[in-house]
């Protein structure tokens, strides 16, 4: 369990600064207006994020698979929860930058879901010569 943590780590880090490199570009070519001044926090928020339901969802995962499905959605519903009190707490508290924010956080919670989703769905992925003939 602790090796495939520490690839994820790995794995999303560097993703992370792929992230990060792109929006650099962006923000060079693109008009300022575009990018809120919370964009690099929100790199990191969504990393902490990230990395906190991928542990939890890794140690339900050697348990029933029932037990893995169940903590998922828990988890799924506590993030989206979060997301959605900094949305409405920043919007409510910075509405000049309300637009630019949730471009940003949309885009950045796109790229991060399907980044762990893809990497949950390679880990309980069943390898055919296991399965069953029916």
Not at 17 to 42: A, D, K, V
Request: hydrophobic share 60%; proline share 4%; charged share 15%.
């Amino acid at each position: 369990m602790k090796s495939v943590f520490l690839k994820f780590l790995k794995h999303i880090v560097i993703f992370t600064i792929i992230l990060m490199t792109i929006t650099l570009g962006l923000f060079l070519l693109l008009p300022r207006i575009w990018f809120s001044p919370t964009l690099p926090f929100q790199f990191f928020f969504f990393l902490g994020i990230t990395l906190l339901s991928f542990h939890i969802l890794l140690k339900s995962l050697h348990q029933r698979f029932s037990r893995f499905v169940n903590v998922f959605l828990i988890t799924t519903v506590i993030k989206l929860a979060l997301y959605i009190m900094v949305i409405i707490g920043y919007v409510y508290w910075n509405r000049l930058d309300a637009l630019a924010f949730l471009i940003s956080f949309f885009i950045l919670y796109l790229c991060y879901t399907i980044f762990e989703v893809v990497r949950l769905v390679t880990l309980t992925k069943v390898p055919p010569e296991t399965k069953r003939e029916s």
